[in-house]
């Protein structure tokens, strides 16, 4: 990695770097304690597998790794270690690993005891497919009865766990190579972890349909153990191998073309008076579309609606009032009000988008759905109160809860839904392996909706609220956190890189409107009053979303990438002619060619190439 670190993630604290072992073609990297990025030949075969240890808000815990001890001689490798938890109180939780690795196995085993009794949302081993190529694909499945099901991982999106009750999975890695992954000591099910942008499919401990939090009870240990078994059935002889990181990333421009989004930022109430002194940033960003958030339930009121009023009458472009309806009385009722509440303030805006303020928190499988009206009621009532004014709905959380309760679209003139980076990981390599998630989950949002106007956000890497928990996580600290309301890497060439990423893996979506972030405060394009020295400076983000608000409505073409987990473009054709907009999504510099240009890309560097010469 080059460049300084401050610049790159907001943050001068550096990632624990990976230990790789290998054993022969087999391969892991070692991250504090657990395995990432597990290869054969190459290959990546599994994504990860991680011991975790979750909180009654479904937060992980950071243990303390003690006595470790590695060794590693390239064709086995061993390693153990104890784990400590510190829970609640004086709650403690002691775990003792040991992973062993040999050419065509990897064996990674866990005991886990208390002495005070542990409460936890799920205590075991977390297994990680990787999506790239498995989408669709055949795999087989052993359940904890011993029958075996021959099936296939899914293409589009399941809301709800594709296989159950499972004992062991295998699947076709690359020609000639199986792999089956064995889970011992609990019955383990998995689900499709890109509801939630993660790129796996996650096979976790403990099934969701039983209770949690639920208590490890003291003195009594709990065991498990996950095998790896490869299979490589090829003739004896030189195999090619995945290339390697260093070759240079070439570019070529494709077929599919379509329009730019309109791209919006999003102004809560708290922040309406900091966007209002920023009007010359606001200007000079030009977004199409303001979305306004409305959250009566928060005690947001007319007044909150008089700011939105000012601001929207200093922008040329299209504003949508977004509203978090509490439905604790008749929608007809609540809407009849805010409806009110807009015309004293002065308001109109040109669309309004609208879900009941329950649907922000996750029903998980087997949970009870939370009491709320009927979607047809609460459209209805938009409908008549708003009048002449574009209802649309979704989900003011992520695509995870529109998947799960698909509203009517019948009576809405878009869908929208939001996502975020930070759910279940928030290191740098998980944040952005969530870029290859987005085309399935704007896929998976088409074979539903079809070709309803489509917007998608705000979508941030800090988490604005927390469907699945009580509550979003402070980060006083700065670190990397997942769950957590303020990311540092907000603050960096981190996020610029992810914005355009995003918008880029999003491009084939045709969508109405994306917005990823707000204009201020921790979401926003502005650094803020509690960031000493920089008060009112642009974020790196700041370009990257000028930039994306410049090119909407005009073509963009797709570029194909040979190794898009690391570097992501697209074309466009417009006023300044025709440009290559490219981006490196890793923290390596990386060398790229299209067709006779050539150029050297920093870490999470961007550029603009003119393609008109």
Aim: hydrophobic letters at 40%; a negative charge.
């Amino acid at each position: 990695m080059t460049g300084d670190p401050f610049l790159l993630y907001g943050t001068r604290d550096a990632e624990t770097t990976p230990v790789r072992l290998s054993a022969k073609k087999l391969e892991v990297d070692l991250v504090d304690g657990n395995l990432r990025t597990i290869r054969y030949d190459g290959t990546e075969v599994l994504r990860a597998v991680s011991y975790l240890v979750r909180d009654r808000d479904w937060g992980t815990y950071s243990p303390e790794i003690e006595d470790l001890a590695i060794e590693h001689d390239g064709g086995a490798f061993e390693v153990t270690y104890r784990a400590r938890c510190r829970g609640p109180g004086d709650t403690g939780l002691v775990v003792d690993v040991r992973i062993v690795g040999q050419s065509d196995r990897l064996d990674f085993e866990a005991e886990a005891a208390s002495e005070t009794g542990f409460e936890t949302n799920r205590c075991g081993f977390c297994i990680l497919h990787p999506i790239v190529g498995l989408g669709g694909a055949p795999a087989t499945v052993e359940h904890v009865d011993g029958a075996t099901e021959v099936t296939r991982f899914p293409d589009l999106i399941e809301p709800w766990q594709p296989f159950k009750d499972m004992r062991a999975i295998t699947h076709v890695a690359m020609p000639g190579i199986s792999a089956e992954c064995r889970m011992e000591g609990d019955t383990f099910e998995m689900e499709d972890q890109r509801n939630w942008s993660d790129a796996s499919y996650k096979t976790y401990v403990r099934p969701l349909a039983l209770p949690w939090p639920y208590q490890i009870p003291a003195g009594q240990p709990v065991r498990q153990k996950i095998s790896l078994i490869i299979k490589d059935s090829r003739p004896v002889g030189r195999h090619p191998t995945a290339g390697a990181s260093a070759e240079v990333v070439k570019l070529h421009l494709g077929g599919r073309t379509g329009a730019m989004p309109a791209i919006g930022l999003i102004i809560t109430p708290e922040e309406a008076e900091a966007c209002l002194s920023a009007q010359r940033f606001l200007a000079e960003i030009a977004p199409q579309e303001l979305l306004f958030h409305f959250d009566p339930g928060a005690g947001h009121g007319v007044e909150a609606l008089r700011r939105f009023a000012d601001i929207a009458a200093t922008h040329p472009g299209r504003s949508t009032l977004e509203i978090a309806l509490p439905c604790r009385q008749a929608p007809a009722d609540e809407t009849a009000t805010i409806a009110r509440d807009m015309r004293s303030a002065g308001f109109r805006p040109d669309a309004i988008m609208i879900s009941p303020s329950v649907d922000r928190q996750s029903t998980p499988p087997g949970s009870k759905w939370p009491d709320c009206p009927p979607l047809e009621e609460v459209y209805a009532a938009a409908h008549a109160a708003f009048a002449g004014i574009r209802i649309g709905g979704g989900m003011l959380s992520y695509f995870t809860e529109l998947n799960r309760k698909r509203v009517p679209e019948g009576q809405l003139a878009f869908i929208s839904h939001c996502t975020n980076p930070i759910v279940h990981a928030a290191d740098d390599l998980s944040v952005m392996q969530t870029l290859e998630a987005l085309p399935f989950i704007t896929r998976s949002v088409r074979a539903i909706y079809g070709d309803k106007p489509y917007r998608i956000g705000p979508s941030t890497i800090p988490m604005r609220q927390n469907p699945y928990g009580s509550r979003t996580m402070e980060n006083p600290s700065g670190g990397r956190i997942p769950m957590a309301n303020r990311d540092p890497r907000h603050n960096g060439q981190f996020a610029a890189a992810f914005a355009l990423a995003y918008a880029t893996s999003v491009l084939d979506a045709d969508l109405e409107c994306l917005t990823l972030s707000a204009l201020t405060g921790p979401f926003g394009l502005i650094a803020g009053a509690d960031e000493p020295g920089r008060k009112g400076d642009p974020r790196p983000l700041f370009g990257a979303v000028r930039t994306l608000a410049a090119l909407a409505g005009t073509e963009w073409q797709e570029c194909i990438s040979s190794s898009p987990s690391r570097v992501l473009a697209f074309a466009s054709i417009g006023p300044a002619g025709s440009q290559l907009h490219v981006v490196n999504v890793t923290s390596n510099e990386q060398a790229v060619e299209c067709g006779g240009l050539k150029l050297g890309l920093p870490p999470f560097g961007t550029a603009i190439l003119s393609l008109s010469d």
